[in-house]
């Protein structure tokens, strides 16, 4: 599965961004879907993920309430719409494929994750 993701930038604090990923592969919807973040100097973290069908969804505590993750398995896409954007969101995010059980502690992690994307700039000024 090849990931490609988009929709990075630098923005203010409060500010809205929108990310998106488009999946190569017509088994989309096999995979459930994770995003995660890596800032300088930093491991990568998780930041959301979204089951294979859509019906469930699991955030890491720091973006709870202001993150939001979908997909669109008609179009291959998942999305991550990131609201109320802090100075802490800055990082690159990437997004992932997962072909493992809905675990959501599992898949809070890198393990499960066998495709990743290329990742995505996100800069919060303050």
């Known amino acids: 599965v090849q990931l490609q993701a988009s929709g990075g930038g630098l923005v203010q604090a409060g500010d809205s961004l929108r990310l998106s990923c488009a999946a190569s592969e017509r088994t989309f919807s096999s995979y459930h879907m994770g995003w995660f973040r890596q800032a300088p100097g930093k491991e990568r973290e998780f930041v959301a993920v979204?089951?294979?069908?859509?019906?469930?969804?699991y955030y890491a505590d720091s973006v709870k309430g202001r993150f939001t993750i979908s997909r669109d398995n008609g179009k291959n896409t998942v999305s991550l719409q990131m609201n109320s954007l802090k100075p802490e969101d800055t990082a690159v995010y990437y997004c992932?494929?997962?072909?493992?059980?809905?675990?959501?502690?599992?898949?809070?992690?890198?393990?499960?994750?066998?495709?990743w994307g290329q990742g995505t700039q996100v800069t919060v000024s303050s």
């Open positions: 979204i089951s294979r069908s859509g019906g469930s969804t």
């Open positions: 992932a494929a997962s072909p493992w059980g809905w675990n959501q502690v599992v898949l809070a992690t890198t393990r499960p994750y066998d495709y």
